[in-house]
């Protein structure tokens, strides 16, 4: 479950051409030139014994530049990987049953009390062998949950029978689903489809074809949290859509794969930014990763893009890595619900996370099953 920040970050694309001085024997009102470079005496000779002027060259010149940019404006258009999607109604906010009741004699995290939302803990999340085991255990059962889940995204679903599956195998483990009453969070699992970045609330919407729906999902075993989310297709979806989702899914490898003990924080979103940047997608920067265990939400704060952040990797340290990928703009609507986050101009987003170790040589993918 992603936490908030921001910051500034811009990319551009740069393309260049030359032009050349014999012109093609293909021209018609407009030419090109190719072969050896272009001199210009006081009168330039065209075949057929032609005499351009400086006047005439000058003019020609113009209309030669305006070609050039045109074929550059051509390139670029050629070179964009990411494909224009055709634009899908806007998101709306479908009724929200109540809460669903956890059995009494599971334990509940401390936040649960109350509707405030926590600050985040400023402790790191290192654990000796035991604590790496209960965070095995709790990672495992959230990937198991997220599987599942996984099988029940289909045209006409609704998220609020995805939560409510969901809710039910937390609690038969034994477990806490994290994000119920976490700071007034109504749900079990955040469900976040199309232009939603994050946190969306699990409603009466019902799924429709060639939706993206991101499923997070945090369970509370015996006292720690395990953290996972990942991004799902529903029924046929478009190419550009696919690519998309490929795409976060990699940058998410690609972030995981600059752990490793004594490994600075600030290289996660280096290699996370060069992966999307590569495709034309950007990387949403309010949305972190942040570090997990036997809280929810602490420090380190895990910045996706690219940063000056201080800071370097523990070995036996937990936290996660969740960047959000969007068309087109990174910045973000909150809803009234104060949870839901849409892209502000309804531009797809897709997401992916994972808890991991730090170890000695690398890190260890917690939530898989």
Request: proline share 6%.
């Amino acid at each position: 479950m992603a936490l908030t920040a921001s910051l500034v970050h811009t990319a551009f694309l740069k393309l260049s051409t030359s032009f050349h001085g014999e012109t093609s024997p293909s021209s018609s009102n407009s030419a090109s030139f190719i072969g050896s470079p272009l001199t210009l005496s006081r009168s330039t000779t065209l075949p057929g014994n032609q005499s351009l002027s400086r006047k005439q060259f000058v003019v020609l010149s113009r209309k030669m530049s305006g070609l050039e940019e045109a074929m550059k404006i051509k390139r670029e258009r050629e070179l964009r990987v990411v494909t224009k999607v055709k634009k899908r109604p806007p998101l709306r906010r479908g009724r929200v049953s109540p809460r669903l009741p956890v059995p009494d004699h599971i334990p509940r995290p401390p936040y649960v009390s109350s509707n405030i939302l926590p600050e985040i803990a400023s402790e790191y999340q290192i654990h000796d062998s035991e604590g790496i085991a209960q965070m095995r255990a709790a990672c495992e059962l959230a990937a198991r949950v997220l599987n599942f889940a996984g099988t029940l995204v289909r045209p006409s679903v609704t998220t609020n029978e995805i939560d409510k599956a969901v809710h039910q195998m937390i609690i038969d483990a034994g477990a806490y689903p994290s994000p119920l009453g976490y700071g007034g969070f109504p749900k079990s699992v955040c469900t976040s489809v199309n232009e939603c970045m994050c946190h969306g609330i699990p409603d009466s919407r019902q799924l429709q074809n060639g939706d993206i729906i991101n499923i997070d999902v945090t369970v509370y075993l015996n006292g720690y949290h395990g953290d996972t989310s990942r991004t799902f297709f529903c029924g046929e979806v478009s190419d550009a859509m696919k690519n998309l989702v490929k795409v976060s899914e990699e940058c998410l490898e690609k972030g995981i794969a600059a752990c490793k003990d004594g490994a600075p924080f600030k290289k996660i979103g280096k290699k996370i930014s060069e992966h999307a940047e590569k495709y034309g997608y950007s990387v949403v920067e309010r949305f972190v990763g942040h570090g997990v265990g036997t809280v929810f939400h602490s420090e380190p704060i895990i910045l996706h893009h690219r940063n000056d952040k201080t800071g370097c990797m523990i070995e036996g340290q937990t936290f996660t890595i969740e960047p959000i990928l969007t068309m087109g703009s990174i910045d973000s609507i909150t809803w009234p619900d104060n949870w839901t986050a849409v892209t502000a101009d309804g531009s797809p987003a897709a997401q992916f996370e994972h808890t991991i170790l730090i170890t000695r040589t690398g890190a260890e993918i917690l939530t898989t099953c």
